[in-house]
Nanobody, 124 residues
């Protein structure tokens, strides 16, 4: 599975961006898809994910209520809608796909395939 993350850019604080993660070679059926981010000098952080076991979505505490994940299996696309962006949301955002289950869904090690990352910069 090859993943392509897109949609990053520069936005002012309070603004919105929509990131997309698109799979080539197959659909996301049977895979959980997660979004992670990494800011300079910081560890990779769990942003959110959609589970393949129950189609529920899960979010990191820092983005709850602001970010929303949706998936379209037919289009092999998972979207991360980011609203009310803050400067601390600035990071490279990565999407991953894997057989993550609920107990491991926030762990990057549960994802086998990764996109190349897309940079999100939020100015104050």
């Amino acid at each position: 599975v090859q993943l392509q993350a897109s949609g990053g850019g520069l936005v002012q604080a309070g603004g919105s961006l929509r990131l997309s993660c698109t799979a080539s070679g197959r659909t996301f059926t049977g895979y959980s898809v997660g979004w992670f981010r990494q800011a300079p000098g910081k560890e990779r952080e769990f942003v959110g994910a959609v589970s393949h076991t129950n189609s529920h979505t899960y979010y990191g505490d820092s983005v709850k209520g602001r970010f929303t994940i949706s998936r379209d299996n037919a289009k092999a696309t998972v979207t991360l809608q980011m609203n009310s962006l803050k400067p601390e949301d600035t990071a490279v955002y990565y999407c991953g796909a894997g057989r993550a289950i609920i107990s491991t869904i926030s762990s990057a090690s549960a994802y086998y395939y990764w996109g190349q990352g897309t940079l999100v910069t939020v100015s104050s």
